[in-house]
């Protein structure tokens, strides 16, 4: 709806710098998505709605009065918010996560701190204010966020609200005074960073670790791409083989019992060199760079504070995060860009007559085909949703019909295949699973290849799948478990013993009864081989 109003009472498009870079990346973009696999609807209309997004709000002129206004949307915005996560602690509203009481509307503690931490800058704004009123808000505002923030237990959150109190000091009428203290003692404040980080990365080890493992797979995926990337959906779908061969190559590795399933890197800039290689980098670094400059140069600075702090929250986050998946995280992101975007030097902005006309009609067709593509694709999520759900004896047969909207979805293919596997139709789940190793392939997927290739007769291809499962996640039991039946299957009694012995002496998780029961079953397995080599 904003672009439409733009488009209908904007008699100049702005064309900035910082604009047109953004657009160079776009374009590149483009050209990946003829020249690769291509990406998943819900990815396409992701980056489509974020790209309108940061162009609609990038023409609008942000003066002194609107700035404050938007401020003050934003800050009652994260208060609410608090509030949800506030309730959810006090089990007043309901839990989205068993583990965790404070997720507002997100679904783990990360999303709610990552975007409360860059809502807390523009609370902070308003307590510099000679207004009581305005200064008592602002207070308020910024004390309930940073509660719910460590509320929450998110090492990402504390790690952000940090920067943002250090930067709003040093706005403040000492900050003279804390400018020298800070070029006197400059070696305080790294020793303190250095203890907040050890200390972050103590306070939860396992998921620290599991991170550096992540990170490490991610970089080697990197290298293997680096000049142009994977493509928008190459993560999800190369990720997990990577950590296979990694733990190929160091099966006594400490990670080991920390694997599991991943679709994220934990890193959004890494991320972004993993899809889009070193030639999206330096798009990347080009916006960036401008954007910086744009900030630097601006003459508005007080006022433009909260938006310089907010952006360095999400950039902090995105190194130990994914705040981008998050719908919310990402407009307060792209307000941020667009308001900083709008000081930036405009080098195209007159258009008048037909050309305005033109432009119009060329904007709304686009705007209308975005939507109606919006439109099905949702209804064809909504077809699936309820076939899922459905107790339908036939329910394989209903996806057929949507391949033409989600064909490039990994988890719907993986769906699809799952259905067919329970109805038996072996060969057709194969069929769909190999297409849906192109945009998704993890644990799960390779169990489900291994077992239609062993109820298919192909042993040689199941055990590979097996192999490549129990890599991917060398703490999970049941692919060995599998293992021992194909082996026994084959008469390979060495391959029998040496995988028996390997889950009788497996480091259990997470308990489970269906743990016990093949650790308890491989024991009696055991037994069983050894009275045979004594009767022999």
Known sequence: MLIFWILSHKKTIIISKSVLTAGSFVFYWTIWQFCSEGSSPSERIMFLSLLLLYIAYSQHSFYRKDLY?????????????????????LNLVEIYHLKYPVTGNFDNPAGIA??????????????????KRIKLWGIFSSC?????????????????????????????KNRLRFQKFIRRFWWLLLVACIFLFIGLYFWKIDSANGRILIWTCSWNMFLDHWIIGTGEGGFTANYMSYQAEYFRQN?????????????????EFLAFAVQYGTVGLCFFGLFITRIIQVYGQCNQKAILHPVGTSLLAIAIASCFSYPLKYPLICLILMLNLAILSTKDKCIFQSITGWKLNVFRFIGYSICILFLSWTFNWIHAERKWFVITYSRSSDRWKKYHDLHEWLGKDGMFLYNHAAALHRDKQYKESLIVLTLCTRYFNDFDVQLLLADNYYHLGNLYAAECCYLTAARMCPNRFLPLYHLVNLYELKGDRKMVEKTVLDIKNKKVKVPSIIIDD????????????????DDF
């Open 69 to 89: 206004q938007l401020y003050s949307i934003v800050s009652f915005s994260g208060v609410c918010m608090s509030c949800w996560g506030i309730l959810q602690y």
């Open 114 to 131: 990552i975007f409360l931490g860059a809502i807390l800058p523009f609370s902070m704004f308003f307590i510099s204010s000679n207004e």
């Open 144 to 172: 309930i966020l940073t509660g719910t923030i460590l509320l929450s237990g998110s090492r990402t959150g504390v790690l952000i609200i940090l920067p943002a109190y250090l930067l709003a000091f040093c706005q403040n």
């Open 251 to 267: 099966p006594d590795s400490i990670f080991s019992i920390l694997a599991d399933n991943v679709q994220t890197p934990f890193n």
């Open 518 to 533: 093949i650790k308890d079953k491989m024991k009696q397995k055991y037994n069983e081989l050894l009275l045979e080599k």
